[in-house]
């Protein structure tokens, strides 16, 4: 075919090249789009596991920082129950109980009973496994105080064996502590 300005258009060999640059325009622009989206996954990607880090790091802070509290209140109370259990034996030995003397022991039990709780949800056990020492121990020196505050103690039991079972709490709190310490990567 010829055009009015005399120019040939179309036919074989025309066709050929405009489809041709067509082709190389199309795979162009879909490069050029499909670089684009490409990279924008990658973003996508990258950013998601940069999100996906980052809270896990505040997973970990967060869990470490719970069990930091739930430790410190453990060996709190651990220990002041380690010293109403002291302070109880003295008074049952110099002038006898009262009602106040009984509620105090017993507030200091009832704490230390809610962080060993807390601990037995929370605490790993290469912790749990000391504390657990530490909780059958003040139990044990417990009832042993009760009985003894009742006039009904058991065979062996006496002031003398109340007050060395509660002296000896001493050593497995400290393993508690420093198992505590250990899984918290202090000292």
């Known amino acids: 075919m010829i055009a009015h300005d005399g120019r040939a258009v179309g036919g074989v060999g025309g066709c050929a090249v405009e ?5 190389i325009a199309v795979a162009g622009v879909a ?3 499909g670089g684009a989206l490409l990279t924008q996954r990658g973003a996508e990607r990258t950013k998601r596991r940069e999100i996906e880090l980052v809270r896990a790091h505040e997973e970990k802070r967060e869990n470490r920082a719970l069990r930091r509290t739930c430790y410190a209140d453990l060996n709190r109370d651990a220990r002041q129950f380690t ?5 109880h034996l003295h008074t049952l030995r ?4 009262e009602d106040t003397d009984r509620a105090a022991l017993d507030a200091a039990k009832n704490a230390f009973r809610d962080r060993y709780s807390e601990a037995q949800m929370i ?3 290469p912790v749990l496994e ?4 530490v909780h059958h121990a003040l139990t044990a020196v417990y009832g042993q105080v009760k009985r003894l505050e009742r006039g009904a103690p058991e065979a062996g039991e006496s002031m003398e064996s109340a007050v060395e079972a ?3 709490i001493w050593d497995p709190l400290r393993e508690m502590r420093a198992a505590m310490r250990a899984d918290l990567g202090v000292g």
């Open 19 to 23: 489809i041709g640059a067509m082709v």
């Open 31 to 33: 490069g050029t789009l």
């Open 83 to 87: 010293t109403a259990l002291n302070q």
């Open 94 to 97: 110099e002038r006898g109980v």
């Open 123 to 125: 605490a790993p056990d």
């Open 130 to 133: 000391p504390a657990t020492v």
């Open 166 to 168: 509660q002296q000896g």
